[in-house]
């Protein structure tokens, strides 16, 4: 039964303040909105992949030449972020960073084990991401014949400037919502919080926990338009109730 009863008194405080909790949920998204606009840098992302193709040996077991293919990835992500390859990235793209920089705005993953890996590039402008992505690959296609002695990547797909314009970072949505539920939050939090420190006696409950004193009776709240309405529902009655106090008249015979 208690349970019962703080279950609803939950739903009774909601309700009570349910425009209150709106108003910091909507005042929330707004901030949300407005500092993901206004202060927070857009990142945008450009992607590259290449293409690990190793031809097998004659007389080699079918399949052999795609694990290889599989191996070699594996090895080519570690090759890729390597010091001698960005390196050489950051003189030809003309960058102004260092070494350690330029590894924390690359990924490189394969793809669904397949022969082909994706090399991913953030930056907060699109058209150096675009670049950054597109000299990786050609330096790591010109360089790895001479680290592995192979002759097996190729650029599958370079990056391109219209699939990067849009930016990654910040999710001007998400920032909302999440902004939104947290002033949402706070909201019913205030609604709490005033509710327990508000000591006002409503409900007989409110007599019991506030003051100590069990409660003997109560009396009825009536409102002016039915006090109104009774008095004339009694004026009415008086009006068509006899009057036994009348004096009667009687009649006399004229001869």
């Known amino acids: 039964m208690e349970k019962t009863m703080s279950a609803a008194k939950v739903l009774t405080v909601l309700k009570k303040y349910a425009l209150v ?5 909507v005042i929330g998204g707004m901030v949300g909105a407005a500092y993901t606009y206004l202060f927070m840098t857009p990142v945008y992302e450009a992607r590259a992949q290449i293409l690990v193709n190793q031809e097998p040996e004659e007389g080699a ?7 290889a293919n599989l191996a070699y990835i594996n090895t080519y992500n570690v090759i890729i972020m390597s010091a001698p390859i960005l390196e050489q990235v950051i003189e ?22 397949s022969q082909v890996a994706s090399i991913t590039v953030e930056d907060t402008d699109a058209k150096m991401a675009v670049s950054i992505a597109n000299t990786t690959a050609r330096v790591f ?3 790895v014949p001479q680290i592995m002695s192979v002759d097996n ?32 939050m706070i909201g019913i939090g205030f609604a709490f919080v005033r509710e ?13 926990n506030n003051v100590g004193l069990p409660v003997l009776g109560t009396i ?10 009774t008095e004339e529902v009694i004026e009415l009655e008086d009006i068509t109730q006899p009057d036994s106090e009348s004096p009667k008249v009687s009649k006399q015979k004229t001869s």
């Open 220 to 229: 009825a709240f009536i409102s002016d338009q039915k006090q109104n309405r």
């Open 141 to 143: 296609e010109r360089e």
């Open 21 to 25: 909790i709106a108003a910091f949920a």
């Open 61 to 67: 077991e079918p399949g052999t030449g795609l694990e």
């Open 153 to 184: 990547v190729s650029v599958l797909a370079p990056a391109k400037l219209a699939d990067a314009e849009e930016p990654v970072s910040p999710q001007l949505i998400f920032s909302m919502g999440l902004a939104l539920l947290i002033g949402a």
């Open 196 to 208: 327990y420190f508000d000591r006002t006696i409503k409900e007989e409950e409110d007599v019991e």
């Open 92 to 113: 030809e793209a003309n960058l102004n960073e260092t070494v350690e920089e330029l590894q924390s705005q690359i990924t490189v993953a394969g793809e669904n084990e």
